[in-house]
């Protein structure tokens, strides 16, 4: 079995535009052999498994699918013969009529995959009969068949009343239509009152004519001619919507184009409405069937060998709307022969049968594609940044219902409140989802991306989003963030050394130094310093997002890496003061706000950098205390116990101005 994919060609349609060529369709090569002609007829049985009739060069065949997806089949000999039609009865069982030795033949099977016994019945006519058969099955399984009589040149019909082989009982109908040479390109469906409704070509006057019999036997009928302008109804399909309203696909030589009409009720006689689709040469085949909607969905193929799909996105076929796209075949060496019936399952699922061939190596064969016309739809558009957003710009995550293609900024809009110069930036993904980088501009306020457009986005299959706009996505509240820097009060900061080794008290202070010190002395007693910044400046309301402060080496004593070999630094942050304004010595052990670390960050510059976000409620943003936020630095060991002194300075706020610690706050104001 194998597994077909095309590349899509490059083809101008009247009124409407082919799709790219797609990569959704499931196309399998089921027969590789003995398939000259192409002739084919699908249908699916009530598990929806398709069930397809073909010609070979020996005769007529049935190809029963055992699953949804034909990835099994029973593929059987009927009976010599061409032109073969099919239906089902209620239990599955076939029953298929086909042209041999001049005569219409009729051939039905006990089993559904006609594994069994296969029963077979020339219908005797003095004239030569059936060249093309149109069959439907009434209720009880009885044939209904409408057929050309080559002799005559004319459309006929019977029904087989009681028997479903047509060997035996009363067998109605006759002439339909005697004009000369009708009958050709015949197409039947059954009404909800089970009366045949049949399309056919009058090859005299180059027409397309429809009728509608209002009994069983069709002795009573409406005979229209629906179309008459060119050389046109050839190559006719029939189908009916759910009000028996039919809908016809038929040949326009004249205007190289396959045709569609669409009736404005049971008998065509008004509010018919035509559509015209472009046909390089005219159609070789042309098949029509409807969604569970009553929208149509037609195959063609045009007079090289290019099958196409139309799908239609309403009842009437809107020009504006609808999808033509190429399913197989292409210009140099591979064409789609024969008919080209198509079947829609529950799921409005297209199932096509058709012939092959390839020149090179030659190949012939018959294929099945079950075509994807499922359009796809925005599912959702959500944030994938922090909420509420301080950056400069955020992500949002769209998603589709498929894998699209052809996803650009001209499809999207941002609707923004308080913000100014939000623009999108770029757009990455693929498949089924894309994330949208957006910049959010200056300014507080809120921001939500849309698709305002969806023109141009199409799943691999060539469907269009059927949603002209999505904006019900989720919306970023943005902030605008600010910076302020605090520098340590000189007067309020400075080293403190402990009493003695262990005591945890603090017995030696000097707030006068330029530099702080951290460590231990040749004693074992540990060193701390108390930064002090006046915070008071920040908006009362400031919402702070990230505290950092920084400190500046001013040397090492003792040799090695004090921060690597004390464990790195800890940070105790104070709302207010340790004990007071001024440097005490009860801030070496008084109680903290809370406390960061440890923390070994590197040297850039000679500056360290430690992140105390973590802290930022003891932020003072008030002038209550003081207005004061004090940090205490000291090591996480208190001493590393070698009788030596091991202590890392770092400027203080004696220091000049642009070495002294400074601790930065980033805030928004809501």
């Known amino acids: 079995m194998k597994k077909w994919t095309f590349a899509a060609l490059a083809f101008l349609l009247l009124i409407v ?49 055992l699953d949804a997806q034909c990835n099994n ?69 009885n044939p209904m068949i409408a057929y050309y009589s080559v002799t005559d040149s004319s459309l006929r019909y019977l029904y087989c009343v009681s028997s479903v082989t047509c ?16 009958g050709e390109y015949v197409s039947m469906k059954l009404n909800s009152s089970g ?53 016809i696909s038929y040949n326009d030589i004249s205007n190289e184009a396959m045709k569609v009409v669409i009736c404005g009720d049971a008998v065509c006689s008004s509010g018919n409405t035509s559509r015209s689709f472009y046909a390089l040469g005219g159609i070789t085949a042309s098949s029509v069937s409807l969604t569970n909607q009553d929208f149509p969905v037609a195959s063609f193929v045009d007079s090289i060998g290019r099958m196409y799909l139309l799908t239609c996105v309403d009842i009437l076929c809107d020009p504006n709307a609808l999808i033509v796209r190429p399913v197989f075949g292409n210009v140099t060496d591979t064409t789609a022969i024969g008919n080209a019936p198509v079947a829609i399952n529950a799921n409005n699922v297209p199932y096509l049968a058709y012939g092959y061939t390839i020149a090179d190596p030659f190949e012939q064969g018959l294929n099945l594609t079950i075509a994807d016309i499922i359009p796809p739809t925005v599912i959702s558009i959500t944030r994938k940044s922090p909420n509420p957003s301080l950056g400069s710009s955020v992500d949002f995550l769209v998603k589709f219902s498929e894998p699209v293609s052809s996803v650009s900024s001209v499809n999207f809009s941002l609707t923004a409140t308080g913000l100014t110069g939000t623009s999108i930036g ?67 900061d400075g080293w403190i050394l402990e009493s003695t080794e262990n005591s945890g008290n603090g017995g030696t202070m000097n707030t006068t130094d330029t530099v702080l010190l951290l460590g231990d002395n040749a004693q074992k007693k540990q060193y701390r310093s108390i930064l002090s910044f006046n915070t008071s400046a920040l908006p009362d309301n400031a919402v702070i997002v990230k505290v950092t402060l920084q400190v500046k080496s001013a040397g090492v004593v003792g040799g090695g890496d004090p921060i690597s070999m004390f ?12 004990d007071a304004a001024a440097l005490q010595l009860t801030d070496f052990n008084a109680a903290p706000g809370l406390t960061v670390g440890p923390i070994s960050p590197m040297a850039v510059g000679a500056w360290y950098e430690l992140l105390l976000t973590t802290a930022k409620a003891q932020i003072n943003k008030l002038a209550t205390l003081s207005g004061l936020t004090q940090i205490r630095l000291r090591f996480n060991l208190d001493d590393n116990n070698n009788v030596v002194a091991n202590y890392l300075k770092l400027s203080s706020g004696n220091a000049g101005a642009a070495s002294r610690p400074k601790l930065i706050v980033e805030y928004y104001v809501p």
């Open 567 to 578: 464990g790195g630094f800890r940070a105790d942050v104070k709302k207010g003061t340790f």
């Open 167 to 182: 060997s035996s009982g009363l067998q109605l109908g006759g002439e339909l239509d005697n004009s000369a040479a009708v």
């Open 17 to 65: 535009t082919v799709s790219p060529a797609i990569a959704a369709d499931n196309t399998q090569s089921l027969v590789n052999s003995n398939f000259p002609n192409g002739e084919a007829f699908i249908k699916l049985d009530s598990g929806g498994n398709p069930v397809i009739a073909f010609g070979d060069t020996v005769g007529v065949r049935l190809l029963t699918c």
């Open 73 to 141: 089949f029973n593929n059987r000999a009927i009976a010599l013969g061409h032109y073969p039609s099919l239906d089902l009865n209620s239990s599955n069982l076939p029953t298929i009529t086909y042209y041999s030795s001049s005569h219409i033949n009729i051939a039905t099977c006990d089993t559904p995959d006609c594994t069994g016994t296969i029963t077979t019945h020339q219908i005797s006519s003095p004239r030569d009969d059936g060249k093309y058969t149109a069959l439907a099955l009434d209720s009880n399984g």
């Open 426 to 492: 770029s757009i990455s993904g693929s498949g089924s989802t894309r994330t949208v980088t957006v910049n959010t501009g200056s300014g507080n306020g809120t921001l939500r991306l849309d698709i305002s457009s969806t023109s141009g986005i199409d799943d691999y299959a060539g469907n269009p989003i059927p949603q002209a706009s999505f904006t019900s996505g989720q919306t970023y509240t943005v902030y605008e963030t600010k910076s302020t820097t605090f520098k340590s009060i000189g007067a309020q």
């Open 195 to 247: 009366f045949p409704v049949i399309s056919y070509f009058d090859a005299s006057a180059n027409d397309l004519k429809l009728i509608v019999c209002t009994d069983v036997q069709c002795n009573t009928k409406v005979v229209v001619t629906l179309d008459s302008a060119g050389n046109v109804g050839s190559f006719t399909s029939l189908a009916l919507d759910s009000n028996d309203h039919p809908v």
